[in-house]
């Protein structure tokens, strides 16, 4: 059915939907106290305490986030692009093609973000749209955005938001082609044994899919090229002859991972609340795509349990580290400062149960005759502390606090994480991250020991995440 169907909109306003016209406050509305309910249903599932002071306001949050992140299901398209039509005649009597007449628009680089259909995680989207304009008008250029935002605000799989913006634009603008083109990063979030199996964990997977209507349906027509070449200027090198293979079948790394193996079968009464929330959004749970949906996200969320991990911390044979000699070393009563930098880390957090990642960082003082701690060691510290209901800064003092309590004191941690709810809530400040340090003993102190260890932090690397 197409995305702009007479039908659909007619429906929805038989149904009472309308564009951010609803009468009580998002907190008192009947579906956000329902996933209200069902997220309390999840945090007594984790075995936590939902009176406790850091949870006592997350259903309201999680309900809250979760409604504002699926807000296109209340919002027509029809509106938006009705009344930002506008005439833009082109070229008279010359060879060629310009403004209303047939000349290519990009807009390009729209940062977009979506929750999975398959495990309700959000994604990040970079959306790329073009369209050859027809009949002497243009559409204003916010509306490309808005719209495909609408689309974007939905439980949704890469191609298929692809082709619902496609087709939304086609029906709404009239033009004589409409192409869409989206890279999508999909958090690959491990569950703990794993980790330990592979320190390695790729944390992304990526795809790129592409939608095209009226001059665009043939992915061999030389406008494609003309886009695709436009689009190269952004880092995309997607070819025509490449397209039909440029997304994976099964992208969603919850329908392979190996967690339901670990954690055992789903707790019926939390997938019974996750099914409540779809319906809350205005999902049909039993719609083929979302069936598995609730089973596969509490499996993931039961990561979350408290951890039972043994962290046999006293007796441990820990390998030496190299302690700093190439930018300078620091000696203190026959004591150095030894480091071990990027520590990978995965949490949850408590606020919105969404995850937030990213490494930590721990420099320390160490005797010379002393062994220093182990990079495995420090490393289950730190996974000890991630796989849990969490907030940075105290992830961060909890790292900083064991690992003094094994060396009798001076102790710096360093944590850098993003945070998915930055993204996918309202503020949606893409690419932002956050920085908390712990200080101990002498660091606390000592200005010199202290810029000397942030000095060797690398900068962050490049890529999606």
């Not at 628009?105 to 977009?112: E, F, T």
Request: charged share 20%.
């Amino acid at each position: 059915m197409s995305a702009l169907d007479e039908g659909h909109f007619n429906a929805e306003l038989e149904n009472g939907v309308k564009l951010n016209c609803l009468g009580l406050g998002i907190q008192d509305q009947p579906e956000t106290v329902a996933i209200a309910d069902a997220v309390k249903v999840l945090l007594q599932g984790l075995g936590e305490d939902i009176n406790r002071e850091g949870l006592k306001k997350t259903p309201l949050r999680v309900a809250k986030a979760l409604r504002e992140g699926t807000k296109g299901y209340k919002q027509r398209v029809k509106e938006i692009v009705q009344g930002a039509l506008f005439p833009e005649v082109g070229l008279d009597d010359a060879v060629g093609q310009a403004g209303g007449a047939g000349g290519l628009v990009i807009v390009r680089d729209l940062d977009l973000f979506s929750y999975c259909e398959s495990c309700l995680l959000p994604f990040q989207v970079k959306c790329q749209i073009g369209y050859v304009p027809s009949g002497q008008r243009v559409v204003g250029l916010s509306k490309l955005s808005r719209v495909a935002d609408v689309f974007a605000k939905r439980l949704q799989d890469p191609q298929r938001l692809a082709d619902e913006i496609c087709s939304a634009l086609h029906h709404g603008i009239m033009p004589a082609g409409v192409a869409v083109v989206l890279q999508c990063l999909h958090i690959q979030f491990p569950n703990i044994e794993s980790l330990f199996l592979d320190s390695n964990h790729q944390g992304w997977v990526k795809a790129v899919v592409h939608s095209g209507s009226g001059v665009f349906e043939n992915e061999l027509a030389d406008v494609w090229g003309d886009f695709l070449s436009l689009l190269k200027f952004r880092g995309i090198n997607l070819d025509k002859t490449q397209m039909k293979d440029s997304v994976q079948q099964c992208w969603c790394p919850s329908r392979y991972s190996s967690s339901a193996k670990v954690i055992g079968p789903p707790n019926r009464g939390m997938v019974t609340a996750v099914t409540s929330i779809l319906s809350s959004l205005g999902e049909d749970p039993l719609r083929k795509e979302l069936v598995g949906t609730p089973s596969r996200f509490v499996k993931w969320l039961m990561n979350f349990q408290s951890p039972n991990l043994e962290m046999k911390l006293n007796g441990v044979a820990c390998g030496r580290m190299d302690p700093l000699k190439q930018n300078g070393q620091v000696s203190h009563n026959k004591q150095q400062i030894y480091t071990e930098l990027c520590l990978s880390f995965w949490s949850q957090c408590e606020h919105h149960l969404l995850p937030f990642y990213g490494v930590v960082h721990i420099g320390y003082y160490c005797a010379e005759e002393t062994t220093p701690l182990s990079k495995s060691l420090l490393q289950s510290i730190v996974h000890f502390y991630g796989f849990k209901l969490q907030v940075q800064e105290r992830l961060t003092r909890q790292i900083a606090e064991t690992v003094s309590s094994l060396l009798g004191g001076d102790v710096m941690v360093v944590v850098e994480a993003k945070h998915t709810c930055m993204i996918s809530r309202g503020i949606e400040k893409y690419g932002s991250s956050t920085a908390t340090i712990a200080v101990l003993g002498r660091f606390s102190t000592d200005p010199a020991a202290r810029a000397m260890f942030l000095k060797n932090i690398p900068n962050p690397a490049s890529g999606g995440s």
